[in-house]
């Protein structure tokens, strides 16, 4: 079994920062590329942010210089750094994580975590 944690989410003010976090527990082998994704009332889930194994990452255009991506990979751990955040950010963040376990080995399988509700408000 395989599950993702994620925590950080809150309420903050319009230009606020928050730290999102999100640790993948269980019995991985190996985790390639992590990312997040938000879903707003009303709209479909869209990527927000990704990052490879070796730390390359892309950002939706709307975060891009607000928001970054990063990862411990040897705590199984992404992060999402979010700054000056607007009332747009608003949504359930979800992490996710394409990985091999040891359940099956020789296919690689999506993980999604729970989420954590962002909203940004005054």
């Known amino acids: 079994q395989v599950q993702l944690a994620e925590s950080g989410g809150g309420l903050v003010q319009p230009g606020g920062s928050l730290r999102l976090s999100c640790a993948a527990s269980?019995?991985?082998?190996?985790?390639?590329?992590m990312a997040w994704y938000r879903q707003a009332p009303g709209k479909e889930r869209e990527l927000v942010a990704t990052?490879?194994?070796?730390?390359?990452?892309n950002y939706v255009n709307s975060v891009k210089g607000r928001f970054t991506i990063s990862r411990d990979n040897a705590k199984n751990t992404v992060y999402l750094q979010m700054n000056i955040l607007k009332p747009e950010d608003t949504a359930v963040y979800y992490c996710?994580?394409?990985?091999?376990?040891?359940?099956?080995?020789?296919?690689?399988?999506?993980?999604w975590g729970q989420g954590t509700q962002v909203t940004v408000s005054s």
């Open positions: 996710n994580a394409k990985l091999y376990h040891a359940s099956r080995p020789e296919f690689e399988d999506t993980y």
């Open positions: 990052i490879t194994s070796g730390g390359s990452a």
């Open positions: 269980g019995s991985i082998i190996v985790i390639n590329a």
